[in-house]
């Protein structure tokens, strides 16, 4: 990595989740440069990478580096492509992170560019941990391919996946964090509450959550099994409540960002 440089277009939180995932997998670029509208967001980005040179209101200076990523949200996409079209070299590649703006799309856009590709990253990523689902355009070769998966892998797992189904992940994968962080803070509360300390909370929520994961996707038994298998439920009364919950904010969210 350490004469490829590394661009990004906008520098908000998964510039930074990316970048800490490269920085303690030790990859070094011959230079990082990050562009954001917001100061605030190019201060935090110094304060957690003084070697990146951040660039305020001046997305040319990230897409003119080898290996770009756009981290802006849908909305914000088209102008900044608009912006940096032309400024793209020949060799570079696009990684956009976005859903809902298709390949085709982002390569008309950028006048015809095609060595694009689209990934759908997820916070884990941070510390190696990520499941980052990947679609390329056809145009890339199998030797691009596998030099960027090499890159991508310091984040965890990257598949290759149909790109139609590139939201579906953005809702399960990159989303799915969210669905229980707050549920693991609240219990850590609780221990702490019950008089454990800090350490042995964050210890057996850690191995609880762990476990839970591999008896459910491992043991081999149903789902409702494993949910059999401890009969005593506190929450019970309000699960049924949560579950609609899920369907009735996740399925508009799904048919928001289709393309
Ligand atoms: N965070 C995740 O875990 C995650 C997971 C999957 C996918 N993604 C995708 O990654 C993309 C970025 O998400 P994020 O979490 O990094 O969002 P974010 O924290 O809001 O960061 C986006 C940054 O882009 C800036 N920005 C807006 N317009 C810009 C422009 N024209 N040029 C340069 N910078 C501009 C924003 O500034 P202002 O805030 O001032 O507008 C903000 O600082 C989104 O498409 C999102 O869906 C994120």
């Not at 580096?65 to 492509?81: E, K, N, V």
């Not at 070299?89 to 390569?107: G, N, Q």
């Not at 799915?176 to 693991?184: A, E, L, N, S």
């Amino acid at each position: 990595m350490k004469n490829r440089s590394l661009g990004f277009v906008g520098g908000g939180r998964v510039a930074r989740i990316i970048l800490e995932g490269f920085r303690r997998k030790g990859f070094e670029f011959a230079e990082v440069v990050v562009s954001d509208v917001s100061e605030e967001a190019l201060a935090r980005i110094r304060g957690h990478y003084p070697g990146a040179r951040t660039c305020l209101g001046d997305n040319k200076a990230p897409a003119a580096c080898d290996l770009i990523f756009l981290a802006l949200h849908p909305p914000a996409c088209g102008a900044a492509l608009d912006e940096i079209r032309g400024i793209l070299r020949p060799e570079a590649v696009l990684i956009s992170l976005a859903p809902k703006v298709t390949i085709v799309r982002l390569s008309e856009r950028l006048g015809g560019f095609s060595r694009v590709v689209r990934m759908i990253p997820n916070a884990p990523s941070l510390v190696g941990a990520g499941y980052n689902p990947v679609a390329f355009s056809l145009t890339l070769e199998d030797r691009d391919r596998a030099a960027i998966t090499g890159v991508l892998a310091a984040l965890g797992e990257c598949p290759e996946v149909p790109e139609k189904d590139l939201e579906a992940y953005a809702i399960l994968a990159a989303m799915g964090p969210t669905y229980f962080w707050f549920q693991w803070e609240e219990l850590e509360r609780l221990g702490a509450g019950f008089g454990l300390s800090s350490e042995e909370v964050r210890k057996a929520l850690a191995a609880t959550v762990s476990g839970a994961a591999q008896a459910y996707f491992q043991s081999g038994l149903p789902a409702e099994e494993v949910m059999d298998l401890i009969p005593v439920k506190p929450l019970k009364d309000d699960e049924e409540d949560i579950r609609s919950k899920y369907r009735l904010r996740l399925n508009p969210l799904y048919d928001k960002i289709k393309p």
